[in-house]
Structure formats: structure tokens, C-alpha cells
């Protein structure tokens, strides 16, 4: 099922949620590829939240107490219902939820009373209290079990001020697996109206990483990437994510994140693992990522062994392996993703990654790095991804922790924009001067494989753009490139593509009610890379649909919208925007196409086809214009 389905599995029939009594919410943190809200709040918190781990499913509450109150069984019930494995799975209840098993035993459900988590039960509903069995649960939730979870961190983090509540309290030492946190933050209290889609996932920002990142850099004056080596750039896109190196222009080349119980350290070349120069900083994220466990430090030796070297030298417990029990942390590259399932469980259940490899030789031959470079393929789920761009050679000063709120930080960088354009105010320093990064940065956003979290944030950028007002930009009415204007008018490119991805998808058949044009397309073609005009035209913030033959499907054909095909993205001024074309590989028959400027619609026939005049049939374009002499 989907998240979709998902989420209308549990509030079918609901209409409100009552969050109004004395008790007072926290609110929960989401982060990860199958988190998603059920219930969001008008202050935008999130109360209520769902996931998947393994084979098992998770529904976490903000408060224990609504656990055992009437108000709250109607949607409970839809949750038991949901995170049943099977029908006639028994029903685990804490011995203090009293109204809970009443419920649910009138309800037909097999209930039993426990004390803890026991043999034989299909979903367990407990409070966030008590981690003495939180491995046992976690392995529970894995092998497909259900479990029903509520607590609130507020009174916890006051007790244990010195405490991360992310890693330390109780309750996250289950959920975080799932991409759920309990956090320190009160939630606002109320009756809620229940909406009948998935809300938007708000950004959280009461995050902060300056004792990490004091850790990462102790002793650590720069970080030093000059030489032979070329590095990619980071993308880090996650709540819990946080550069770790900065280029000049805020290209990050080493990042961290959180991730469920475990941590990440990313760097952009693997040969920067043994550097000499970076060695003091590879030590500490080490022990960062080993997390004071003194643990066994497994260390994948293709292309590796030189960092092998470095820690046994360094007197290090480590060990030449692929990934086995028993390890504290792992290092690999990024290069191979056999193993991702594994290290995407590993990280979960507590284990430290170090990972390190470039994507933008890989990307020569493989144009979908977000998606498909392998390291992508593990690190995608924890907010971290490794683009095709370069980071130019250099020594960078090592950040700050004391200026963590000055450094740019994508995920925050983009509420704070949000934040500045919904309301209307002039965008001040230093977000003003991150503008150019954070385009560039956005436009490898919005082509991140879909999830919750994504998808949330994708969609949020999409409403600013048609709810606001595009700047006019001309030869007469140029646009300075870095301005909020110019900030606008790549992001409105950047949703044109949004909106057609996902062919397959229902999006678009209302478009085949249209008048079609079948146009014949010439499919060989010995030369170069070749443009097949359709005669046809996409009219601006349009969307068409193009049907191809079942032969001409991953034939190498794309549908390119626009006929300007420069990147003026590196111009002083914009006399235009600096990207207008689109283009799509046909890899469905059935292909949507959107652009906000519109354009002629060519096929672009890739060198040496051979696959002779194809018919292609069109809906929604209009007959391009023609000039006739005279």
C-alpha cells in the first residue's frame, strides 16, 4: 500500500480528532522515506504519525494518555486494524491502558494484558517510557509485528538537560527506526478537523548541531581537498542532516546526519579517507559515529585499505570486512549498493557509517545520479544525497560550531525562504546571500526520488509558485542573477517538472478527452543526436501528452519542450530564464510534459536509431505558429 492508502486506512470514517483535554502533546519529528503525518495541526505540528520498518508498522501518539482516552478509540481502532499482521493476530495491551483493552475486546479483537513485549503477539501498544526492551521491540517490528506507541518528551528532556532527546529518550530508541522522534516541543492542543488527504509534512527546526559538529572539528583548523582528487557536492536534504565541509560558495563536500538510532558521515571522495591532512578530522568522526562504545570498526577494503592502514596504525579496533554483527561503525565507498539494505538497517539500529565516493564520472554515462548512482540508493533515505557536480579544489576553513546558525544549511535555508516569501518581507542576510546556492541546490531537490517527507516540501514549493506572482523578465526588465526574482523564476521551471512526473499515474487523462494529433515521427537516423520538430506547440503552464508505440518505449527517443537549449544559469543578468527547454526520456509509451514558458515540441532521436517513422499521438498542443511570406 501507499501512503495514501495508508492514511485513509486509518482515519476512515473520522471526521476530528480531539486533542483538547489536559494532557499536553509533544511534537513528533518525521524523518526517513515512509514516515508521514496523520494528523498536523493549524501551528503546523504534527501529532500523530505512522510508518514502516522492515516488515512491520508503527503508529506513534504524542502523549500516552491518548492512548487509554475515549476520544481518541475511534481512530485506535482504525490503527489495531492497520497494524494487524494478520486477522486473527492477539493483541498486546500495558497493563495500565485499562479503557484500551476494554475497547478493543469488545471490538472482537483478541487482547491480552502484559507487562512487556511477549512470544506470540501480533501488535504490541505500549508508552515511551521504558527502553529495557526497546531491542526486543525493534526486532518485533522488523519481522512484521504492530505496535501502537505514545509518549511525550517534554518532562524527560527538563529532567535530563544534558541529554540529546533525539537519541536518548526512551520512547525514540524504538520509534526513531521508523523515522519518528519524540521531541522537547509542546504541541498546540485542540479539536482537529481530519483532511482527507495526507497533510504536507512541516519542516521542524529546533535541531541544532553545534556540540557534533564541535566534536567533528576539534583540533581541525581546515578542511584540506586540494590535489589530483576532484570531489562531488552534497546534498543534504533531511531534518537531521548538517554540513561538515563548505566550499567558498557553500558547496558542501563533507556532511553528517542522524538517522533512527545510528549516524552518518559522508565525504565526496574516497581518497580523502586517508589523506594525511584530513586525518585528525577522519579520527573524529570515528569516534563521532562510534558514539563513546570504543566498538569494532569494520572497514570494506576495496578502495579502502589505505584508511585500513591509517586506523590500525592510530591503535583503532578494526577489522578488513564487509558488514557483519558486531560492528560499531562501517566504512565503505559509494560505489557499490549491494549492501544497502543493510546498511540502511545497521545506521537504524545504531550502527555509525563512514561513506565516501564522487558521482560526477558516473554520471558521464548515467544521467539519473539522484536516483540511480548506488551510494544514492543507500543514502537517500537518511536526507543525504551525492550530485554530479564538482567542488572545486581547495583548503577550506573548518565551521565554526559557535556560527552554525550564520552557515548555510539547506533544509533550514529553505524554511527561513519559505517563511520570508509567504509573508511578503524583504529577504535579509545571510539568506539573501544563499540565494544562488539554494536555486541550484532546490532544482536537485525537486528531482529526489518521491517519499513523504519529499514530497511534502516539493509540493509546498510548488503552491508558492502558482499562488504567486511570477517577475516579468525581459531584455527591457532584466533580472539580477542571486535575487529573490531570479530565485523565483528557476524554481518555477523546476515545478513545471514536478508536475509531470509519474506517467503512469493518473495525472493527465483528462488531457486524452482532447482532440489528438498523430504526428509521424522519422526514428532513423545514422547521424548525431537528431531534433524531429512535431509541428506542434505547448502553450505556457500547459501540460501535454504524448503516446508512443510499445516499440519506441527506452529506444533512446526524448520529448523536448522549447527550442532554446543554452544554460545561462552562470549570467550576471537574466534577460530570460536562465533554463526553458524540458526534456524527458520515453521511457513509458504514455509521456507527460509541462513547461511554464512553454515551446515547440521536438523528438529528439538519439545517434545511430533505427527504428524507422513512428506515430506519435498528442494531446493538448496546439498547432504551432507558421510564418507565411507575404
Known sequence: MTAKEDYSSLVHGLGSLDFSGDSRPCQLLLTGDTAFPVLVTPAQHVLLAASKYGKGKIVVMSHESYLDQPQCMDFIKNAISWLKPSLGAVIGVNNNLDHLEQTLSSSGHRVEKVSGLKKDLGVFCTTGYDDSQAEDIVTFLRQGGGVLIGAQAMNWSQAHQQENVLCQFPGNKITSVAGVYFTDRYGEKGSFSVRENISWIPIYQGIHFAADLEHLMQGVNDLDISGENISSELLLHGPLTFPVGLSNNNQCFFGAAYYGR?????????????????????????????????????????????????????????????????????????????????????????????????????????????????????????????????????????????????????????????????????????????????????????????????????????????????????????????????????LAQEVSYLQCLGDSEEGGTDLLSQHPVT????????????????????????????????????????????????????????????????????????????????????????????????????????????????
Not at 548506488?374 to 543514502?379: A, F, H, Q, V, Y
Not at 556560527?403 to 539573501?432: H, M, W
Not at 543578468?573 to 521511457?587: N, S, T
Request: aromatic share 8%.
Open 262 to 490: 545510528g549516524r552518518i558521515v559522508v565525504g565526496t571522495h574516497e581518497r580523502f579517507l586517508a589523506k594525511r591532512k584530513l586525518k585528525t578530522f577522519i579520527l573524529n568522526a570515528i569516534s563521532w559515529l562510534d558514539m563513546g562504545r570504543n566498538g569494532k570498526i569494520g572497514v570494506n577494503k576495496s578502495k579502502l585499505g589505505d584508511l585500513f592502514h591509517v586506523l590500525e596504525n592510530e591503535g583503532l579496533s578494526c577489522v578488513a570486512s564487509a558488514l557483519n554483527p558486531g560492528l560499531s561503525v562501517y566504512c565503505c565507498t559509494s560505489y557499490k549498493d549491494a549492501e544497502a539494505e543493510k546498511i540502511q538497517r545497521f545506521v537504524a539500529e545504531g550502527g555509525g557509517l563512514l561513506i565516501a565516493g564522487h558521482a560526477w564520472y558516473w554520471s558521464y554515462s548515467n544521467p539519473h545520479v539522484l536516483s540511480q548512482y548506488p551510494g544514492n540508493k543507500i543514502l537517500n533515505k537518511f536526507g543525504i544525497s551525492i550530485l554530479a557536480g564538482k567542488v572545486k579544489q581547495g583548503v577550506y576553513k573548518a565551521l565554526d560550531p559557535k556560527a552554525v546558525d550564520s552557515t548555510y544549511q539547506f533544509f533550514r535555508a529553505v524554511c527561513e525562504l519559505l517563511r520570508d516569501l509567504k509573508s511578503g518581507v524583504e529577504i535579509k542576510p545571510p539568506l539573501n546571500s544563499w540565494l544562488d546556492r539554494l536555486s541550484k541546490d532546490l532544482s536537485s531537490y525537486m528531482r529526489l526520488p518521491a517519499s513523504p517527507l519529499v514530497s511534502s516540501l516539493q509540493q509546498e514549493l510548488a503552491h508558492l509558485v502558482h499562488e504567486g506572482h511570477l517577475p516579468t523578465v525581459s531584455e527591457k526588465c532584466p533580472v539580477k542573477n542571486g535575487s529573490k526574482d531570479a530565485f523565483m523564476i528557476c
Open 519 to 630: 504526428v509521424q515521427i522519422d526514428a532513423t537516423n545514422p547521424g548525431g543526436d537528431a531534433w524531429r520538430s512535431t509541428g506542434l506547440f505547448l502553450p505556457p503552464e500547459k501540460t501535454v501528452v504524448l503516446m508512443f508505440p510499445a516499440s519506441a518505449v527506452r529506444k533512446g527517443l526524448k520529448v523536448q519542450v522549447g527550442c532554446q537549449s543554452d544554460n545561462l544559469s552562470e549570467a550576471k543578468k537574466f534577460y530570460r530564464a536562465p533554463m526553458v527547454i524540458h526534456q524527458k526520456d520515453v521511457l513509458r509509451e504514455k509521456v507527460k510534459m509541462s513547461c511554464i514558458w512553454g515551446g515547440l515540441i521536438y523528438i529528439i532521436v538519439e545517434a545511430k536509431s533505427q527504428l524507422g517513422l513512428i506515430p506519435v499521438t498528442v494531446y493538448g498542443a496546439e498547432q504551432a505558429p507558421t510564418f507565411i511570406k507575404g
